[in-house]
């Protein structure tokens, strides 16, 4: 079944890239042109249709989504690309249609911006709930963003960043929580020594390059620098939510994360099987199984899995949402997490 979807998929993406280059070839090249002359508007019609019907149906079918949000937004896109694409001299009776596309992205980005407004002018309110809660900084704030501000694909990436600035410059002398309900990741491998090390590396990298790519491609040297820059900003932000973050419970929820890269929450009665077998743990982890491991030096296998009864949703890197069916961790101390999942799970 598996086979059949991911043919159907690729197929899906064939024909998409078909009718997108097909329509290039027909009004970017010399064959494209000659065939063109002396033809009706009948082609241009066609060739709309294409962008703003068949085209998003495609990629739609491609992503496997039904959503009339998304496809209105293909189909304003299929009008601007449109308009860049097909020759003025073709275009020209058909030139108000594609201006519908300019018109409906403006709208959307008015909507977007307006979110903005929303979130900054709330964002005092949002401060001061993340204060006062007592779970981890990464869900506290994510919960009350929620709280007054609309989910939107936009708004996660946003908050990311902001999360990833807060632990990267106001966090320096903040000491980690510990508990009988918090439980680390961490201490028993390299993960914050090999971050440690790729700053090092990126470092060195910028200081050695910067200066010679600098005299071949100014504009190229500053984007590499910038790019460098934010990666340094990330894996120092990435150290301290680890450090700071540790999975943490409650009689209702155990609170998952893995410093900036991936974090969860998971009910205690959405555990349908708890895996032990170190057999079963060796396996290789299945696309459906997200894991809360830290990178070590040597190979690291997870001490537990948790088998949930039904997909449950994972926020990943810049906000990025992704359902699994299973969860991969390793503890520093599984037996004391053991102990206090077995009282709150029982």
């Not at 959503?67 to 860049?84: E, T």
């Not at 709930?129 to 869900?139: D, I, K």
């Not at 000491?175 to 590396?201: E, G, V």
Request: net charge positive.
């Amino acid at each position: 079944m598996t086979i059949l979807q991911k043919s159907r998929q690729m197929s899906l993406l064939f024909l998409l890239l078909l009718v997108l280059g097909s329509n290039f070839v027909l009004y970017n090249t010399e064959f494209g042109l000659s065939v063109l002359e002396g033809a009706d508007n009948g082609v241009v019609i066609g060739s709309l249709f294409d962008f703003v019907i068949i085209a998003p149906l495609l990629f739609l079918g491609y992503k496997k989504e039904k959503s009339v949000k998304q496809f209105i937004l293909l189909m304003s896109a299929g009008l601007i690309l449109a308009r860049f694409l097909i020759p003025i001299d073709y275009l020209e009776p058909f030139v108000a249609i594609t201006w519908l596309g300019f018109a409906a992205e403006a709208g959307i980005l008015f909507l977007e911006l307006l979110l903005l407004v929303t979130l900054f002018k709330f964002l005092p309110k949002i401060v001061r709930a993340t204060r006062e809660s007592r779970l981890p900084t990464l869900f506290s704030f994510s919960s009350a963003v929620n709280q007054y501000v609309k989910k939107h694909p936009l708004i996660q990436i946003i908050c990311s960043e902001m999360l990833m600035f807060y632990y990267a410059l106001m966090c320096w002398r903040s000491k980690p929580i510990q508990n009988k309900h918090t439980f680390t990741l961490h201490k028993n491998s390299s993960y914050i020594s090999f971050q440690i090390m790729l700053i090092h590396a990126i470092v060195i990298e910028t200081i050695g390059i910067h200066w010679w790519l600098h005299e071949k491609s100014m504009i190229l040297s500053l984007v590499l620098l910038f790019l460098n820059v934010y990666s340094v900003i990330f894996f120092l932000a990435d150290i301290h939510a680890v450090r700071l973050n540790p999975v943490t419970i409650d009689d209702k929820k155990c609170y998952l994360s893995l410093g900036l890269m991936k974090r969860m929450e998971i009910d205690w009665d959405e555990i349908e099987e708890v895996i032990i077998d170190k057999e079963v743990l060796k396996q290789k982890l299945t696309k459906d199984t997200i894991d809360f491991v830290a990178r070590d030096v040597e190979e690291v296998t997870p001490n537990v899995i948790l088998k949930l009864k039904k997909p449950k949703e994972a926020t990943l890197i810049i906000g990025i949402t992704k359902v699994y069916n299973k969860v991969a961790i390793k503890f520093d101390d599984f037996e004391a997490f053991r102990g206090a999942m077995e009282k709150y799970k029982s």
